[in-house]
């Protein structure tokens, strides 16, 4: 009887930590944002509203069928910043989903990484998840570095760094994640944490 909570706690901590490599709503529900609390460095009542944000933003993606192909958006929120990433067919539609994200309650900035083209393929879909895997890896293990303080969004060899962090921790990962061979660039998307 108690193996089901557990299973569903490990998913919660999991799912909010930044370990999906294409995280489009953080949060999971009502008992995830209060698991991650203690891993998360937003405040809960933050947490909450990133989430109402993201379930907002994708309701006006799909108000909107920008959700569907040719378009390919993807979005991250942290700490009321919006992160777009994908490929779009035409510059309107790309001004047309940062408006959406804008539009979204609590949300303070917006960083539009979406590129006018076509839809990434297979292989480099396949190979962003593997870059990910390779990044998030070197920065587990990297000494007096914790990792779970940091969301991570690989977009054709991008990699997107989010999270709250002090100055040292975004010096490792910056330098960390540079040093991972496919990177072609290291975005900083990081805010001061601490004194």
């Known amino acids: 009887m108690l193996l089901k909570p557990l299973l569903i706690s490990l998913t919660a901590i999991t799912l ?9 709503v953080i949060g999971a529900g009502v008992g995830a944002g209060a698991m991650a609390i203690s891993e998360d460095r937003r405040s809960q009542a933050q947490v ?22 040719p378009n390919r958006i993807r979005f991250t929120v942290y700490n009321g ?15 047309l989903a940062h408006q959406a ?14 590129t006018v083209g076509s839809e ?29 303080h940091l ?9 997107y760094l989010m999270g709250l962090m002090t100055t040292e921790e975004q ?4 330098a960390v994640t540079r040093d991972v061979d ?3 660039r290291v975005v900083r998307i990081m805010e001061n944490w601490g004194a």
Do not use: H, M, W
Not at 81 to 95: E, H, K, M, S, Y
Not at 130 to 142: E, I
Not at 171 to 174: D, K, S
């Open 120 to 148: 990434l393929t297979l292989t480099q879909i396949t190979e962003d998840s593997y870059l990910s895997s390779k990044v998030r890896t070197k920065l587990a293990t990297t000494r007096d570095f914790k990792s779970k």
């Open 151 to 159: 969301t991570i969004v690989v977009e054709n060899g991008s990699v």
């Open 101 to 114: 994200a804008q539009s979204a309650p609590g949300i303070k900035n917006v960083i539009n990484e979406l």
């Open 182 to 184: 496919g990177v072609k």
């Open 171 to 174: 010096r490792i990962a910056v």
């Open 48 to 69: 909450a509203q990133d989430d109402a944000a993201a379930q907002r933003i994708n309701e006006l993606l799909a108000q909107q069928k920008l959700n569907a192909s």
């Open 81 to 95: 910043v919006v992160l777009l990433v994908g490929q779009v067919p035409f510059d309107n539609i790309r001004a």
């Open 16 to 24: 909010l930590s930044g370990c999906v490599a294409a995280p489009v």
